[in-house]
């Protein structure tokens, strides 16, 4: 690093939120967390309240709370106050259609502004807010409404047309469609509704433990589950924004992940407002050339994104950004799949500053794990719990859950319950619910390792773990490695039954543009992965494909892999996007 860079980057930590993270850990509490926040009268409160009403009661409702950029590259702006009055708008009109507290309201929109609107103003209402990925076709859309009891959605006309209309007879629960840009039949018009509602709604007070979002989970490992959060959950949103993605108030901030996910709500909408930022939304689909135009004009100060899209930057080449130097840029952070440590020394060289993963999952509702701006990073790790959040390395057998004593001995991630986001159930799966649970500790379903210093090391997800002549391998270590490789873009690895050794290790591997597959290179590879790995976890077999199965949130689908090369049902796809090529 130059010692411009070295200066930078010890400034940027002293200034840090939290400039130092024993301290933080040893004096945080939920309970004074809490009182961060602004709250209702007689002990309630309203995530609404917090993300709006509260800045406007702090004078701050001029500022602009949201940009959004179309896909022409049109900007319009919506001010704190703006955003109440609309917002405030929508829960009147959900009351004048009889959507009563408690009720559920769907969206499936794409990036727009009514998306955001509609999400606040349902809050704002009482109502249960559940966002669905625009891209998804009509039989998860009428599964995901069936489960969670749908009563009124929002969405376009086009999408209505393609996907809702079709199903809407097996839905007799959902009284009410309303389009954003037209009226047909048997549709509200949210023009019309808007128009005739008055710009001031009294927010219901809630009591914390009631609840307010319903999120599916991305799919990865098998049929998506439907998570409950309740109010509470913003003093999570409010503190994790805070500490984990360093947010301040003012600051002009971008998170690319979609609405239709958890991350696109915990952090694309609830703790960027809460804490009183300018939040970018971008309209259109990823396109390198774009997002370090938004970085640079926008003058982004805080950036959140995921693995995906930074191989995707990757993968477009350095030249893009020779010219660029992005000077109000303070933070990158990323999160959803495992980050290659290439990835992270790639965002050094190119940003001057590493990307900072964290951990979570749809069922913690906000950031566990989290590499924070006052800390080394070490790439390749997750970084440190929380403030807050007692993590373990668990090993689960008939007795039950035992935190493991062993240095980097790998186990279960698991967690102690208590903080306020966490999932209060899966609707309607009471018992796949409570087998997350273990001798006090909630089980993540992910396998980790912690070093002496603390930090967290993802290691696979314990369906994708492989287990080969007696060796525990994860996939994440073997994918980076080849990752490393200038040839390389992107890698899924999986297990394949072997009667010798178990599994041995396969690894289908996507290479950079240009670049032609051969044996050669095959070859050039393998030997790659044994001189970093081993023998042993090096793979056995590598294929080449252009293009990996994803899901919709862009993670990489390891058991479509595994179902295909042993010619297994494929399972659950309703959350496939891009298939193998
Ligand atoms: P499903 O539970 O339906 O199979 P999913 O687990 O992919 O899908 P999400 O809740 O969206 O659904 O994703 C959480 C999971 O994503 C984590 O359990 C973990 O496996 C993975 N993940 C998230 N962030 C990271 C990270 N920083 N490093 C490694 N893995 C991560
Ligand atoms: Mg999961």
Request: proline content about 6%; some cysteine.
């Given at each position: 690093?130059?010692?411009?860079?070295?200066?930078?980057?010890?400034?940027?930590?002293?200034?840090?939120?939290?400039?130092?993270?024993?301290?933080?850990?040893?004096?945080?509490?939920?309970?004074?967390?809490?009182?961060?926040?602004?709250?209702?009268?007689?002990?309630?409160?309203?995530?609404?309240?917090?993300?709006?009403?509260?800045?406007?009661?702090?004078?701050?409702?001029?500022?602009?709370?949201?940009?959004?950029?179309?896909?022409?590259?049109?900007?319009?702006?919506?001010?704190?106050?703006?955003?109440?009055?609309?917002?405030?708008?929508?829960?009147?009109?959900?009351?004048?259609?009889?959507?009563?507290?408690?009720?559920?309201?769907?969206?499936?929109?794409?990036?727009?502004?009514?998306?955001?609107?509609?999400?606040?103003?349902?809050?704002?209402?009482?109502?249960?807010?559940?966002?669905?990925?625009?891209?998804?076709?009509?039989?998860?859309?009428?599964?995901?409404?069936?489960?969670?009891?749908a009563k009124a959605l929002i969405t376009s006309s086009s999408l209505y047309r393609r996907k809702v209309k079709g199903i809407r007879a097996n839905l007799p629960e959902l009284?009410?469609?309303?389009?954003?840009d037209k009226e047909l039949d048997d549709t509200r018009s949210y023009e019309t509704l808007m128009e005739g509602a008055p710009e001031v709604f009294e927010t219901e007070p809630m009591q914390a433990e009631e609840t307010a979002l319903l999120h599916f989970t991305s799919g990865t490992t098998g049929k998506p589950k439907g998570v409950?959060?309740?109010h509470e959950a913003v003093v999570a949103h409010n503190a994790t924004g805070r500490l984990a993605l360093d947010l301040r108030p003012g600051d002009i901030y971008w998170?690319?992940?979609?609405?239709?996910?958890?991350?696109?709500?915990?952090?694309?909408?609830?703790?960027?407002?809460?804490?009183?930022?300018?939040?970018?939304?971008?309209?259109?689909?990823?396109?390198?050339?774009?997002?370090?135009?938004?970085?640079?004009?926008?003058?982004?100060?805080?950036?959140?994104?995921?693995?995906?899209?930074?191989?995707?930057?990757?993968?477009?080449?350095?030249?893009?950004?020779?010219?660029?130097?992005?000077?109000?840029?303070?933070?990158?952070?990323?999160?959803?799949e495992p980050l290659n440590p290439e990835a992270v020394i790639w965002g050094n060289d190119v940003f001057g500053m590493p990307f900072h993963d964290n951990w979570w999952q749809t069922e913690t509702g906000g950031i566990m794990i989290a590499n924070y701006a006052s800390m080394d990073v070490k790439p390749g790790?997750?970084?440190?719990?929380?403030?807050?959040?007692?993590?373990?390395?668990?090993?689960?057998?008939?007795?039950?859950?035992?935190?493991?004593?062993?240095?980097?001995a790998v186990g279960e991630l698991a967690l102690r319950p208590g903080w306020p986001s966490m999932m209060r159930g899966y609707l309607h799966e009471q018992a796949r619910y409570e087998k997350c649970f273990k001798d006090g500790w909630y089980l993540s379903g992910d396998l980790a390792m912690r070093d002496s210093d603390g930090y967290y090391w993802f290691v696979g997800r314990s369906d994708d773990v492989i287990k080969?002549?007696?060796?525990?391998?994860?996939?994440?270590?073997?994918?980076?490695?080849?990752?490393?490789?200038?040839?390389?873009?992107?890698?899924?690895?999986?297990?394949?039954?072997?009667?010798?050794?178990?599994?041995?290790?396969?690894?289908?591997?996507?290479?950079?543009p240009g670049i032609e597959p051969s044996d050669e290179l095959r070859l050039e590879l393998t030997g790659h992965a044994r001189k970093r790995?081993?023998?042993?976890?090096?793979?056995?077999?590598?294929?080449?494909?252009?293009?990996?199965?994803?899901?919709r949130s862009g993670k990489i689908m390891r058991r479509l892999l595994k179902a295909r090369e042993l010619r297994l049902p494929e399972g659950d796809i309703s959350t496939l996007e891009s298939d193998e090529k």
């Open positions: 690093m130059s010692n411009d860079l070295i200066a930078k980057s010890s400034a940027r930590r002293s200034a840090a939120n939290m400039p130092d993270y024993e301290a933080a850990r040893a004096t945080f509490t939920w309970p004074a967390a809490k009182q961060l926040l602004n709250g209702m009268p007689d002990g309630k409160l309203n995530i609404a309240n917090e993300a709006i009403e509260k800045h406007i009661q702090q004078g701050r409702g001029d500022q602009i709370a949201l940009r959004w950029i179309s896909k022409a590259g049109e900007r319009v702006d919506f001010t704190y106050s703006q955003l109440d009055a609309l917002t405030s708008k929508f829960a009147n009109s959900l009351r004048n259609i009889g959507v009563e507290k408690g009720e559920r309201v769907y969206s499936l929109l794409g990036r727009t502004p009514e998306l955001y609107i509609a999400a606040l103003g349902t809050l704002k209402a009482g109502s249960v807010y559940c966002p669905l990925f625009s891209a998804f076709g009509p039989e998860p859309i009428q599964s995901r409404m069936e489960i969670g009891g009284r009410e469609v309303i389009l954003i409950v959060h309740v998170c690319t992940a979609d609405p239709g996910w958890v991350t696109g709500t915990s952090y694309g909408i609830i703790a960027p407002l809460v804490i009183g930022v300018t939040m970018i939304v971008d309209a259109a689909d990823f396109d390198a050339v774009r997002w370090y135009d938004i970085l640079d004009q926008e003058a982004v100060n805080v950036w959140y994104t995921a693995p995906t899209a930074i191989r995707m930057l990757m993968k477009a080449g350095r030249d893009m950004v020779a010219e660029r130097d992005f000077p109000a840029l303070r933070f990158m952070a990323s999160v959803g790790s997750m970084g440190k719990p929380l403030p807050g959040i007692e993590a373990g390395i668990v090993e689960v057998d008939e007795t039950g859950a035992h935190e493991a004593t062993k240095p980097l080969s002549a007696g060796h525990l391998i994860g996939p994440f270590e073997v994918e980076s490695a080849l990752m490393e490789h200038p040839a390389v873009t992107e890698v899924g690895v999986i297990g394949i039954p072997d009667e010798t050794v178990g599994e041995i290790v396969k690894a289908y591997v996507a290479l950079k790995l081993g023998p042993a976890v090096a793979p056995k077999e590598i294929v080449f494909r252009t293009n990996l199965p994803k899901t």
